[in-house]
């Protein structure tokens, strides 16, 4: 009787949580993928009873069930929301309802799936005689269980050869030893290892950089405020102006960072940082940069206390979008180039070989990006030739169209050309046996760049289908 008494009151207490949470959360799962807010799965209660467990959904949406009944760490059906519901375990506040209907309780063995409970032996049925609770024995020292699952092992067979065995073991006991008190200290040490177990050290270590950029974002959300408003009012003087950029400062990060991480921000790495994660960027800037100045306004933080017909200074906002926009591509700009350069310096070799690329388009382009890429060797690309007269002196990427075939000779001497690129779909017949000559007189390295050779892996892939080897004549 005096569990049921604790049931209620406490998951009368978490949906009240719930339904304050609700919206946010209810707005992330639906903005990140189709389908519904809620997943209601089938979980096997007190006396072998099925019922409908309730909980937010971390998975997309698929017409039939995908995958096995457990879910391991890196599972591809788990969504970025998901991910993070997971993490900080919000996904099971739904289960409140569950308590409160009486299929749950609030401290007991984990519920089960029915397909994995048939493999329960007849001594652990003894677990089933009890309702299934919201914190476990087993849920407290396995807080972080899908990090124990080996990658690429069945997850089902690994869970019932390994993390099973141990968990019907503590259930047994809790089972056996099942009093008031000693429920009241697993519901304590539940909600201890529930929000310290929200980030270990690996998840740290793993996400180090990622996590960096979020700080350096949210600081500099508040610095391109702070400046705006003093470049505005020429400093911060005392009236209500001033008062008022303390009330938006706050939502300045609110209305960014989520913006930013939901635009994916902060899933780029550094290194590979390209065009489309500036864009992200400059997305994620602007409509942040819209929704601060919406609540502003209808927060009511942008009035001017003194004279209610009087708001905040727009022009601030303004100078805020255009501050933050250089300060957050810049920086990112930043740690790109002085990745690139302490690559360089770690380079053994320190040696590049000059590269031509011979044709322009997209095709030229691609193979700018893969020479770029290359470590061994490493390329400098001079420029291109192109056979289009009109393409002369212009420039790809910015790199200069040098001249023809004709002037690969000039060239040669001119940059100490080492290799040539072919980066032509077709060549006139005649020609590519003239430059095969002069390569081979001036005994340069003459190689085709092929970025669409697809082949099955039962033929074997031969390395002359690979991008850069030696050239064949292109028909």
């Given at each position: 009787m005096l569990n049921r008494i604790v049931d209620l009151v406490v998951s009368l207490v978490g949906l009240l949580l719930l339904l304050v949470m609700l919206p946010v959360i209810a707005l992330l799962i639906k903005l990140d993928s189709p389908g519904p807010v809620f997943y209601v799965s089938r979980r096997v209660g007190r006396g072998g009873r099925i019922f409908r467990m309730y909980k937010f959904r971390t998975m997309y949406e698929t017409p039939k069930p995908v995958g096995a009944s457990v879910s391991p760490q890196g599972?591809?059906?788990?969504?970025?929301?998901?991910?993070?519901?997971?993490?900080?375990?919000?996904?099971?506040?739904?289960?409140?309802?569950?308590?409160?209907?009486?299929?749950?309780?609030?401290?007991?063995?984990?519920?089960?799936?029915?397909?994995?409970?048939?493999?329960?032996?007849?001594?652990?049925?003894?677990?089933?005689?009890?309702?299934?609770?919201?914190?476990?024995?087993?849920?407290?020292?396995?807080?972080?269980?899908?990090?124990?699952?080996?990658?690429?092992?069945?997850?089902?067979?690994?869970?019932?050869?390994?993390?099973?065995?141990?968990?019907?073991?503590?259930?047994?006991?809790?089972?056996?030893?099942?009093?008031?008190?000693?429920?009241?200290?697993?519901?304590?040490?539940?909600?201890?290892?529930?929000l310290a177990g929200a980030v270990s050290r690996q998840h740290l270590t793993d996400n180090l950089t990622q996590i960096l950029m979020l700080g350096a974002d949210t600081l500099a959300c508040l610095v391109s405020f702070t400046m705006a408003h003093y470049i505005r009012f020429g400093g911060f003087p005392a009236d209500p102006s001033t008062q008022a950029f303390w009330r938006i400062l706050p939502l300045t990060v609110l209305a960014r960072i989520p913006l930013l991480y939901y635009f994916g921000c902060y899933q780029t790495l550094i290194r590979y940082l390209g065009l489309n994660d500036l864009k992200k960027v400059f997305k994620g800037i602007l409509w942040g940069t819209l929704l601060l100045v919406v609540l502003s306004f209808v927060s009511g933080s942008s009035i001017i206390l003194e004279s209610k017909s009087q708001s905040y200074s727009r022009s601030v906002f303004f100078m805020d979008y255009f501050i933050l926009t250089v300060m957050l591509g810049g920086y990112r700009a930043f740690l790109k180039t002085a990745y690139q350069r302490y690559?360089?310096?770690?380079?053994?070799?320190?040696?590049?070989?000059?590269?031509?690329?011979w044709g322009t388009g997209d095709l030229g382009l691609w193979c700018l990006r893969y020479l770029e890429q290359c470590s061994n060797p490493r390329y400098e690309v001079v420029g291109f030739i192109d056979d289009d007269p009109s393409l002369q002196y212009k420039r790809l990427d910015g790199l200069r169209v040098l001249g023809d075939h004709h002037h690969l000779e000039v060239l040669v001497q001119l940059y100490h050309i080492q290799d040539i690129f072919v980066a032509l779909s077709q060549i006139p017949p005649g020609r590519l046996e003239r430059v095969q000559e002069l390569c081979h007189r001036l005994n340069l390295t003459l190689s085709r760049f092929q970025p669409h050779v697809v082949q099955e892996m039962a033929a074997p892939v031969m390395v002359a289908d690979q991008p850069g080897t030696p050239v064949y004549p292109v028909h």
């Open positions: 599972d591809p059906r788990v969504t970025e929301v998901g991910r993070w519901l997971r993490r900080l375990k919000l996904n099971e506040f739904p289960q409140f309802i569950n308590v409160l209907k009486g299929d749950m309780t609030l401290v007991g063995p984990r519920p089960e799936a029915p397909d994995l409970a048939i493999h329960y032996p007849p001594e652990a049925q003894k677990i089933f005689s009890v309702k299934p609770g919201l914190v476990g024995p087993s849920q407290i020292l396995g807080r972080n269980e899908e990090e124990l699952y080996p990658r690429g092992e069945d997850p089902v067979k690994f869970y019932l050869e390994h993390i099973l065995p141990h968990k019907l073991q503590m259930d047994l006991q809790y089972v056996e030893n099942k009093t008031f008190l000693k429920d009241m200290a697993y519901l304590v040490k539940g909600a201890w290892v529930t690559a360089k310096g770690r380079d053994p070799q320190g040696v590049k070989r000059v590269a031509l690329i």
